[in-house]
């Protein structure tokens, strides 16, 4: 059963708009959640995290929104850029547990110049 | 310059035999884990490990066995009892206490 889904495997966009990832959970003990980029061939690399006391974290141009009681999470690019291009992952964590990261599918972002 | 370093980029296993990946890291950090990719789907725990000389299974754990005897080195090996090893395997670390995962390079798994 997957505790972290992506449902969006693509999402194309023009460059300069807007790009939205969305991320749901099933697990209600988690409570960290953090977005991974991936360029082919290459290992994720970290791009912003969120903790479940919060409901906005804001790096640059990426910003993380937390909705607790849908168990949704998503990560706005503003503005695109055609670099932004990678598969980005979803992943969350429990206190519990907290050494054992789960990541989604991941959703594979093109941006079009 | 600080890392995740995984050898060898490309593998390839013959029927019946066992492979080792090597991950070494000179982040000092505590925690490590192993992750399996394939096409079109997330990234899977395989093993993780917290700290020296003790390792947990993760969710794909059959058929894949590691140490954890340097707090440097988590070698992962693929056993023969690994009926569907070819993948992408992704080597990572952290500070114990859900810091973000450093990722290695990867290594690309392929059965002749």
Same mark, same amino acid.
């Given at each position: 059963d997957q505790q972290v889904k992506q449902n969006s495997p693509s999402l194309s966009v023009q460059e300069g708009r807007i790009s939205i990832l969305n991320c749901d959970y099933t697990? /209600?003990?988690?409570?960290y959640f953090l977005w991974y980029k991936k360029y082919p061939a290459e290992g994720p690399t970290f791009l912003i995290s969120i903790s479940s006391i919060k409901d906005k974290n804001e790096d640059g141009r990426f910003t993380v929104f937390l909705n607790k009681s849908a168990k949704h999470l998503s990560l706005h690019i503003v503005? /695109?850029?055609?670099?932004? /291009?990678a598969v980005y992952f979803c992943a969350a964590s429990a206190?519990? /547990?907290?050494?054992k990261v789960i990541f989604g599918p991941g959703t594979s972002l093109s941006v079009i110049p | 310059d600080g890392g995740i370093t995984q050898s060898p980029k490309y593998l390839f296993r013959k029927e019946g035999q066992n492979v080792t990946l090597s991950c070494e890291q000179n982040? +000092?950090?505590d925690a490590m884990y192993w992750y399996r990719q394939d096409p079109g789907q997330g990234l899977r725990l395989i093993y993780y490990s917290q700290i020296v000389n003790d390792f947990q299974k993760g969710d794909i754990a059959e058929g894949y066995s590691v140490s954890?005897?340097?707090?440097e080195s988590f070698p992962l090996t693929v056993t023969s009892?690994?009926? +569907?090893?070819?993948a992408f395997y992704l080597c990572a670390s952290s500070?114990?206490?859900?810091e973000k995962l450093f990722f290695g390079s990867g290594t690309q798994l392929s059965v002749l």
């Open positions: 697990n /209600s003990m988690f409570d503005p /695109s850029q055609p670099g932004d /291009s206190e519990t /547990s907290y050494d | 982040l +000092n950090h954890r005897e340097k707090k009892a690994q009926k +569907n090893p070819t500070i114990v206490g859900r």
